[in-house]
């Protein structure tokens, strides 16, 4: 249980933040009470993955498949139980001492020496495939509340675009109308500043549904009620990764629990064909008899006439069957052969997908870089000149709504690479078990697409002056 905890804290401050959270943070077991609290005012990423390790079923359903693994090994390594016999005679059987009323023999049965200690191997084995298992379980949830918690964001992000969105289009609307009745502006501009303004509203209600559906999503894998709230969420730093492809694929072979069960079973099924061997050799059973005799009914009885008799039991089996035998070794080693097939197969696919990964990370941050850093502001810098014309009588104000709506929907582009970038960051630290990243507090702060833009509140400015 100890070890479970710790493993909350290395994935809190590994696979998700790179050591931007203290582990101990995240390994602190609050009660739940506090820390539904806490969810409904402010959601950070420890305290959500701490309520899953608390909470989640599939959590809960791996860390006592465990247990019971352990507990197994006790009664997989114990002796067999012993056997008492007692056989009671109704007519009592006549010998030289007297009637026989009754005997009785204790029995116990001994496996041949290393037998048990290989069937404990194999157990321990399983111990360790289990304990993995929860790893990779409270792992894959961490990854599912991540990502969840990333689209989360990218949504309310995006009301808040579509709200400020509207606003400015609202104004603009408003400054076609009063165009049109000067006669600088065609009924046509008015009539697709009114159906922008329109479809932005429709996307604020498609937006305010979407994020519902997000919540009921991350509700879900923490076993919270559908319409449990969510708080504000924490703003995550911008990470650059710095691992290539083939690190990456290394630290997956070491650390994937995935690569890591199929490596125990391999070891297990070495140690069953070590097992068959043992279970083709003979066990033992050694046992005590008693006998109880009574007085014989004889006018002449012997000197030892009603003593009881005691004896003892030795057996053994005998594994005469070769059939059998040959087919507990084959069956065996075709078990060990085929899970060191399923690692090898685990090992290719994972190297597959954390190329498939890699490119569509790499492809997301050359999107946020693009918008952030070039679309966004020459977008801000039209608007500006775009007003500015409309309002001098040199340009139009069909040209002005269009500037506006490619400002909107640059937007949108930005925060929607910024969230699909850290939903394949996690996806690609899950596979490599560590983190691939650093924080770059300072440097993060000013180019995180999540964060201020300089050109997000100009227009906006602009347009009122």
Known sequence: MKKSLLFISFMTAIVILGGGICPSKAADMLSSDALEARLSEAASVSDLVTYAYQKNPSVRAAREGWRATVEKYRLITAYPDP??????????????????????????????????????????ADARVARLNLDKTIRDVTVLILESFHELGYIREAKRIAAQNITLLDHLRKAGETAYAQDRAAFLDVVKAQSQSAQLRYDALLLDELELTEMTRLNGLLNRPPDAPV?????????????????????????????????????????QTELARYQNLPSFKVGIFYASIGSPEVSTPPPDAGQDAVGIQFGVSLPLWSGKNDGRMERARAE???????????????RTRIYNL??????????????????????????EMAETWFREGEGSFSDFAETQSAFYNFQLSLARAGADYGKYLVRLEKLAGETLTENFSSHSQEKSPAGDNPGEERPMTSARR
């Open 231 to 271: 708080g504000h969420l924490e703003k995550l730093p911008f990470r650059a990764i710095t691992r290539s492809p083939e690190d990456i694929c290394h630290l997956a072979e070491t650390n994937q629990e995935e690569i890591r069960m199929a490596q125990t079973r391999v070891e297990k099924a070495d140690a």
């Open 83 to 124: 056997q008492l016999m007692v056989t009671y005679f109704p007519e009592p059987i006549q010998t030289r001492l007297g009637p026989q009323d009754w005997n009785a023999s204790l029995s116990q049965m001994i496996p041949y020496p290393g037998k048990l200690e290989k069937t404990g191997e194999i157990v321990q």
């Open 336 to 350: 060990a052969e085929r899970f060191r097939a399923v690692k090898t197969a685990r090992i290719l696919e994972t």
């Open 358 to 383: 890699f490119f569509r990370l790499q492809n997301a941050q050359r999107l946020i870089s693009l918008y952030r850093d070039q679309m966004l502001p020459q977008a801000a810098k039209s608007m």
